[in-house]
């Protein structure tokens, strides 16, 4: 069975600062990796989903990376602002769709 | 944009009522996911669909079911509700396609057990 295990469950940091969110997995057999954001109270947003193939995606100030063999991503925010204050989840997909979730990283960007 | 659509963001219901969570997609979505969501135990997959009366069990079917009748609609029901159902429900969709379509979600139905 999937486990995939997020750290730090919080975080805060001062605006401008560069978030760094980890991400692990047990069982390397996936389809892709999903990021998703969930502000209070709220459903998920997808950020950015990465392909088994891939190593790497981008959106904006946003990257994630992908290394299968150590079960392992990293969700990377530039410049952090106020209004990226949420809760990041990453998800992997197995092969008959079903997504295994994190708890979950807080993050506070504090102005 | 993909849009789906929860029938209620809050809800109150009492022991042993039959209880239907409702959700709606407007893209054509094959496949439709049943979520709860608990403080300290995440997301865990109740049910999904990948088919218009296809279903399948997820991680926690017990004390549920799930009806697809037409492919834009997914419905979960709570046969007899108890109070260890309380809890953040939520609905997602995606294409078919494996290995690269993300999971559009709606925004969560808090239901209350009492």
């Known amino acids: 069975k999937q486990e995939v295990t997020q750290i730090p469950a919080a975080l805060s940091v001062p605006e401008g600062e560069n978030l760094v969110l980890n991400c692990s997995f047990t069982d390397s057999a996936i389809y892709n990796l999903q990021w998703f954001r969930q502000d209070p109270g709220k459903g998920l947003t997808s950020l950015l989903l990465?392909?088994?193939?891939?190593r790497e995606q981008t959106s904006g100030r946003l990257n994630a990376s992908l290394d299968k063999s150590s079960g392992r991503s990293t969700l990377y925010i530039a410049a952090s602002q106020p209004g990226d204050s949420a809760t990041y989840l990453c998800a992997a997909e197995s092969n008959d769709y079903k997504l295994s979730f994190g708890a979950g990283t807080t993050v506070t960007v504090r102005a | 944009d993909v849009k789906v659509t929860q029938s209620s963001r809050y809800l109150v219901k009492r022991t042993g009522e039959k209880v239907f969570l409702e959700c709606v997609q407007d893209?054509?979505?094959?496949?439709m996911f049943w979520y709860r969501q608990d403080p300290g135990l995440g997301l865990r997959l109740i049910y999904f669909s990948y088919d218009v009366k296809m279903k399948e069990k997820g991680d926690i079917p017990e004390g549920y079911s799930v009806s697809r009748e037409k492919k834009e609609r997914f419905s979960l029901i709570l046969e007899s509700a108890s109070t260890n159902q309380t809890s953040m429900y939520l609905c997602a969709s995606s294409l078919s396609g494996k290995g690269n379509q993300p999971q559009h979600f709606g925004d969560g139905t808090r239901l209350s057990i009492l």
């Open positions: 893209m054509d979505h094959e496949n």
């Open positions: 990465i392909q088994s193939s891939q």
